[in-house]
């Protein structure tokens, strides 16, 4: 009950600092995806269904603030989530390469699906145009974030997953 309330706490103080501060650091007019970091590291590290629900809740606060449609960023988030959370058995600690990576490849996905629905649909065709001015930086501007913001998530990950076998005994130590 802890883990899901700090997790909680985590992801709307990352909504309040992505919309908020980081809409003022704006580079080339794009701003960081913070909750897509968030979303990506702990389905990394924690696995698929934590991947879902973090992912879920992620797009639902961007949906209900800033989107037209309620879910379509939940349901990317979530299987943004999903698929790392495939990759939550290669996890190592203290490697930030494989993190980093998957966080530019699914801020890449991100990006590819947001234009397929927001421009695409309206043919909006400029597509070499989006890539230039949105998706590469923003992939960078993220990429760079995330190896700031990476070692305090797994540090937080880590006293979580402490703090929850701390109130669990151990199969074999009971009697």
């Known amino acids: ?10 992801i709307i103080l990352t909504f309040i600092i992505q919309t908020t ?9 794009v701003a960081p995806n913070l909750l897509l970091i968030l979303t990506v590291t702990f ?11 973090i992912g879920f809740f ?9 989107s ?4 379509m960023n939940a349901l990317i988030y979530m299987y943004i989530g999903y698929l790392n959370g495939f990759l939550y058995k290669v996890f190592y600690d203290e490697d930030i390469k494989v993190p980093v990576i998957l966080i530019g490849l699914s801020d890449f996905v991100y990006c590819v699906i947001t234009y397929i629905l927001q421009f695409l649909m309206r043919v909006r065709l400029d597509f070499m ?3 230039q001015h949105i998706i590469i930086p923003e992939m960078v501007y993220t990429i760079v974030i ?3 913001i990476y070692r305090p998530l797994y540090k937080l990950n880590k006293k979580l997953v402490e703090n929850e076998m ?5 199969p074999w130590l009971k009697r």
Request: a positive charge.
């Open 43 to 53: 389905g990394f590290m924690r696995g698929k269904k934590s991947g879902i629900w």
């Open 1 to 10: 009950m802890r883990r899901k309330l700090i997790i909680a706490l985590l």
């Open 21 to 29: 501060i980081f809409k003022t650091l704006t580079v080339a007019s």
């Open 129 to 131: 145009g989006y890539f």
């Open 166 to 170: 701390e109130g669990q005994e151990l």
């Open 146 to 148: 995330s190896i700031i």
């Open 58 to 66: 992620c797009g639902l606060c961007i949906d209900l603030l800033y």
């Open 68 to 71: 037209g449609t309620v879910g």
